[in-house]
Structures are given as structure tokens and as C-alpha cells.
């Protein structure tokens, strides 16, 4: 895993997630499972960044009044990990991590969990992230809506643009 795969991907993240959020709105934004689906997806990329900045794990995490909120809160996770990421030296991204819900996998998975780096929590951020945006779009469609293309194949054809926030 170097630095320019993680930026890309993370540059990606946030454009795909950029063109989901506008589609989410563009269906009127306060579907109870598109939010429990966003705010489960900004929550994990929130948890992983505070893990990698050795952050508490037990600090609050706020309660969303409405879909608007979560974007609200969820927007600056994406220069914070990206400024995070570029920080560390390729040496850093190897280092074991061990993120501080261990404890409850170890409970889910009748085990420890296995050693796991830096680099793997983040490229697990951008998969889950890929995951949930999914299910996102899956839910736009049932509801009648649009679901952007937002395949990272995607962003490469059309020349790695910007994120369009709504």
C-alpha cells in the first residue's frame, strides 16, 4: 500500500460519496434507512481516522437530527484522512494496528483478531466505504430515485474529477 494508491482512493471516496450524497437529496434525503446506511458509513470512516490518531475510542459520537446533519458532520472526515494519511511514511502504514474495539470483535469473532496495519484499517475504510455506498444506492433505486455511477473505474474515465457536494 503506498501513499498515491491511499490518496487516490481516498480522492475517489470522497467524489463517490460527493455524487451518492446529491442523489440522496435529489430524492428528498430523509429516508430512516438511507440515513441509518450514511450514518453508519461517516461513523466507520470516523472511528478509523480517530484509531489512527490514537484518539479515545469512547468519545461521543453526536446523534443526527436529520440527514442534512450527518453531512454536515461527515464532510471534513475527508481532508482530515486524506491530510492524516499523507502524514505517514510508507514504513508508518505497515505498523501494526490494533484498533480499540478489539475487544468487541474479539467477542463477535469467539477470537482475537488477526495483526492488522495501518494501511489495511485504511483501505478497509474506502471497501466499507464502497459497501454501504452500495446498499445507499440500492435503497435510491427501490425508492424511485437515481443512483449515480460511481465506480472508481468510473472516476478514472472522467478524468479523476472533483467531489460536487450538494
Not at 446529491?22 to 437529496?25: L, Q
Not at 505517514?88 to 494496528?97: H, K, Y
Given at each position: 500500500?503506498?501513499?498515491?494508491?491511499?490518496a487516490d482512493l481516498y480522492t475517489h471516496m470522497e467524489w463517490a460519496d460527493a455524487a451518492v450524497w446529491?442523489?440522496?437529496?435529489a430524492q428528498g434525503g430523509e429516508d430512516s434507512k438511507?440515513?441509518?446506511?450514511l450514518a453508519h458509513l461517516h461513523m466507520a470512516q470516523r472511528a478509523f481516522l480517530r484509531a489512527?490518531?490514537?484518539?479515545?475510542?469512547?468519545?461521543?459520537y453526536p446523534r443526527f437530527e436529520n440527514t442534512a446533519a450527518i453531512l454536515a458532520w461527515a464532510r471534513p472526515n475527508y481532508a482530515e484522512a486524506r491530510r492524516h494519511l499523507a502524514s505517514?511514511?510508507?514504513?508508518?502504514?505497515?505498523?501494526?494496528?490494533i484498533v480499540p474495539w478489539a475487544d468487541l470483535l474479539e467477542k463477535r469473532l469467539g477470537r482475537r483478531p488477526g495483526p492488522t496495519t495501518v494501511a489495511?484499517?485504511?483501505?478497509?475504510?474506502?471497501?466499507?466505504?464502497?459497501?454501504h455506498r452500495g446498499?445507499?444506492?440500492?435503497?435510491?433505486?427501490?425508492?424511485?430515485?437515481?443512483?449515480?455511477?460511481?465506480?472508481?473505474?468510473?472516476?478514472?474515465?472522467?478524468?479523476k474529477p472533483s467531489p460536487e457536494w450538494p
Open positions: 500500500m503506498t501513499n498515491t494508491l491511499l446529491k442523489a440522496v437529496f438511507l440515513r441509518d446506511y489512527w490518531r490514537g484518539e479515545p475510542r469512547d468519545a461521543e505517514l511514511s510508507e514504513a508508518q502504514l505497515t505498523e501494526p494496528l489495511d484499517t485504511a483501505l478497509q475504510v474506502a471497501l466499507h466505504t464502497t459497501y446498499q445507499v444506492n440500492a435503497r435510491l433505486r427501490a425508492l424511485g430515485g437515481d443512483p449515480p455511477l460511481v465506480d472508481y473505474i468510473a472516476w478514472i474515465w472522467f478524468d
